[in-house]
């Protein structure tokens, strides 16, 4: 059976040369399969987005009513969650929604999934927690550490609910970063097991004899995977909305620090 | 960021022939990958990925928040005012239908009222007429009696003044019968006129 981790090996199609950076330190450049798996999400977006409002009429069609809705589903969550300055956090939450939506459908239908590596999550969540940390410090320079103490607490309790506080806020980039790699790699993973299952099973069959058992598992197989993508095409909305909303309300909690709470 | 570029070589580089990494052995490297580390942690592979995205995200940041979100707040807002204006204008011919139904009700109130007026002098009018001429015809109804019950009396009188003459005669002749001499006109008058006045 093919190894199910295979997917996520990173392949390099054009080979660059390497360059040493004085902080970084060592870095391979080279376009990977990674890279065209992001480029063709990229394109796959902007294609989109033109066609949506490139002749937008006020009776929409079919494509630009998905357009709308995407972004209406966007702006009613900044809206709803951040308040009247919501407006101006738009394009950031929207740009994070329909980068991460597009690799994890892109996953689904070509052999990569960008998505399933912790090295752009990483960059998704380490981006989303550097715009809070600037807002933070931009908005209420060091009034921004009031985040760690919310109003209201006993103060024999404050040390332990501000240490709290903060070990949750450091674990926010870890998570949003874990909780959409976990869920596409996991995804797949299951995806190719079942999906070789049936590859297996079927030329067990082939061989005949007692082999011929493996025709209803590989049936079962199939229709898992079957299942299984139907559930993925809908973890995948589910998680680049999920990452949305979590963006929205730790903008939030910067955004309205004080009277948020 | 910059440990786990320095860590990278150390972890992998299998079958990357043209990359040699600085420092790293190739057995260890081929020895990990055999033991089923996650590709995904092949950290010489970030840097790339990593400032490739980021690329691709101030692209895409750029373009959404200077073309594509000011195209379809456009589109939203002009829809969003189509619908008001529509709105506006039937509310404002709905108002106009109001009023012209609350005229036309107006005016059909005022024509009853007025055709009630018309029917109830008519009917007065008609009444009084009727009252009139059946006075008239009283009135001539009774000169027509008067002159009747006149006529009537007179017939009576002159029929009971015969009565008398006649009544004295038989007297007369009677009392002549019984007593054999005969009654003076005056006595039997006189005694008629005691008994018509008893009578």
Request: neutral net charge; proline residues 3%.
């Amino acid at each position: 059976m093919a190894d199910p981790l295979h997917q996520f090996k990173i392949e390099k199609i054009v080979d660059l040369p390497d360059i040493t950076l004085p902080v970084v330190g060592h870095v391979d450049l080279a376009i990977t399969n990674s890279h065209v798996a992001m480029t063709v999400a990229f394109a796959a977006i902007v294609l989109f987005l033109t066609a949506v409002t490139a002749r937008a009429q006020v009776v929409p069609g079919r494509l630009q009513t998905v357009g709308e809705g995407l972004f209406g589903l966007i702006d009613n969550l900044t809206d709803s969650i951040i308040g009247h300055e919501g407006r101006k956090y738009f394009p950031f939450v929207f740009t994070i929604f329909t980068l991460i939506l597009g690799m994890n459908f892109l996953g689904l239908m070509l052999a990569f999934t960008a998505t399933s590596q912790i090295a752009v999550t990483a960059t998704f969540g380490i981006l989303t927690i550097g715009l809070v940390l600037i807002i933070g410090f931009a908005k209420h320079g060091l009034g921004f550490f009031k985040l760690f103490v919310p109003s209201g607490v006993p103060w024999i309790l404050l040390p332990v609910i501000v240490l709290i506080e903060f070990a949750s806020f450091l674990l926010r980039p870890v998570t949003l970063t874990l909780r959409l790699f976990g869920n596409m790699m996991g995804g797949h993973v299951a995806l190719k097991v079942f999906a070789g299952f049936v590859v297996t099973l079927g030329a067990m069959a082939m061989a005949g004899g007692f082999g011929l058992l493996g025709i209803p598992g590989a049936m079962l197989s199939l229709s898992l995977v079957t299942g299984l993508t139907a559930l993925e095409f809908l973890v995948a909305f589910l998680q680049a909305f999920v990452f949305a909303v979590l963006t929205c309300i730790y903008l939030n909690d910067v955004v309205n620090l004080g009277h948020g709470h | 960021m910059a440990d786990l570029k320095q860590s990278a070589p150390a972890v992998s580089t299998h079958g990357e022939g043209a990359v040699p990494a600085p420092g790293a052995t190739h057995e260890a490297a081929g020895a990990e990958h055999g033991s089923g580390g996650l590709p995904q942690f092949e950290f010489q592979h970030w840097g790339g990925q990593i400032a490739y995205l980021l690329v691709l995200f101030a692209i895409l940041y750029v373009l959404i928040a200077r073309v594509f979100t000011p195209r379809i707040r456009r589109v939203i807002d002009e829809r969003a005012s189509t619908i008001a204006g529509a709105i506006e204008a039937a509310r404002q011919v709905q108002a106009e239908a109001l009023e012209q139904s609350r005229a036309a009700a107006a005016d059909l109130a005022e024509a009853r009222s007025r055709s009630q007026r018309l029917a109830i002098d008519a009917r007065a009018k008609a009444a009084s007429e009727a009252a009139e001429r059946s006075a008239a015809e009283d009135a001539k109804l009774a000169v027509h009696i008067d002159e009747a019950e006149a006529r009537i009396a007179a017939m009576r009188d002159s029929a009971m003044a015969h009565v008398g003459a006649v009544a004295s005669e038989t007297a007369m002749a009677i009392v002549q019968k019984l007593t054999g001499k005969p009654a003076s006109a005056a006595e039997v008058k006189s005694a008629m006129a005691l008994r018509g006045g008893v009578a």
